[in-house]
């Protein structure tokens, strides 16, 4: 896709403004005191990625999204945001938006999430998550970029959980080509520090639930039941529904992202609850706050789905200051709220 710069202001997007963090959020080294940098966020138009937008601008930063709009939304993207169209798999693209816009922070979101699709086409996995974050980090070296905060997995790359809640040294045992294309840039990230001196802080996110998830989509269970409970429809388990996930809400992961300007350096930090939720708990608490009493329809399970993950975030704590503040039924009341506000995903 080729690039094409946007009006100087783009449209707002439509989360409430509890997306927004709080002096609550930020831990005991956040404050609210105004970032004074430019900062670039790729992938910003999509659900975590303009969330995290909405953070920087509320905290005074100048922010530009870079977003081929193949799974983001324009109506995402903060009104205050510079906006950038192109893929990372276009360095001519990549390259101009860096020129023009200079930043000091590069927060990169961008990338191919589907899972499934990278079991079926992995090649187009790493050329977009692994050869498009190398034409990011080249122009990040060309253009005087300072810091990358990497969003990375921590549900997709350890693998089947050893030990639970799993530590950044758990063995890495990604069992998808997605899993293994994120870890691949965690090394490049080690690397370009060594060689070219680009700081970074890796933070490696479990299942991120909120506003702005799509519900049609692969991943998300939290949005796709929402969305067919909203409808009365009953919501597909594939399995017996005992799989455990660590489900933590996008705001909490906004806060991290925001503590990462100024500390983390060369750090991998997951992001979690150290608590494990069924997907059996999704749908009795999604009943519970919706007034419904739908069973779940039970399909045959899909061969080679992790059964138990969920992660210990006690470095992100002790080195970020960071610590989950929202309880999974209240960020799923928000995000109830939310699809019933706006219908879910515009159309």
């Keep these: ?5 946007a009006p100087p202001r783009s449209l707002r997007g439509h989360g409430p403004a509890s997306n927004v963090p709080n002096q609550d959020l930020l831990g005991s080294r956040g404050t609210l005191e105004e970032v004074e940098m430019r900062i670039l966020v790729t992938g910003g138009a999509g659900f975590i990625g303009s969330n995290v937008v909405d953070g920087f601008v509320a905290r005074g930063a100048e922010v530009a999204v870079f977003d081929n709009l193949s799974t983001g939304r324009r109506e995402f993207i903060h009104r205050d945001a510079r906006f950038f169209e192109g893929d990372l798999t276009d360095p001519a693209a990549v390259d101009r938006c860096l020129a023009e ?18 079991v079926h086409d992995p090649v187009h996995d790493a050329r977009t998550n692994v050869l498009g974050t190398l034409t990011l980090l080249q122009g990040c070296t060309r253009h005087g970029v300072r810091k990358l905060i990497y969003a990375s997995t921590g549900g997709a790359l350890y693998g089947e959980a050893r030990f639970l809640p799993a530590t950044e040294d758990h063995p ?5 080509p997605y899993g293994v294309s994120k870890h691949t840039v965690e090394h490049y990230l080690y690397l370009w520090k060594l060689l070219h001196g680009l700081d970074y802080t890796i933070l490696r996110y479990p299942n991120v639930y909120g506003p702005r998830q799509n ?16 409808e009365g429809k009953r919501p597909s388990i594939f399995g017996t529904g005992a799989q455990v996930r660590d489900y933590l809400y996008v705001e909490d992961v906004v806060a991290a992202n925001l503590l990462s300007l100024s500390a983390g350096s060369g750090e991998i930090l997951n992001l979690g609850t150290a608590t494990g939720t069924s997907v059996l708990d999704i749908v009795r608490e999604l009943n519970s706050l919706m007034g419904l009493e739908l069973e779940p329809i039970f399909e045959p ?12 975030a006690s470095r992100a704590r002790r080195l970020l200051g960071w610590e989950p503040k929202i309880p999974f039924r209240e960020g799923l009341r928000r995000t109830v709220e939310w699809f019933r506000a706006t219908k879910g995903v515009p159309a």
Excluded: K
């Design 1 to 5: 896709m080729g690039f094409r710069p």
């Design 215 to 230: 519900p049609l989509g692969e991943a998300g269970v939290n949005a796709i039941f929402i969305g067919l409970m909203m």
């Design 101 to 118: 816009f200079r930043p000091e922070v590069v927060d990169h979101h961008a990338a191919q999430i589907d899972v499934r699709h990278s």
């Design 172 to 176: 890495v045992n990604p069992e998808s």
């Design 301 to 312: 399970a899909r061969p080679g789905e992790i059964q138990r993950i969920y992660l210990d």
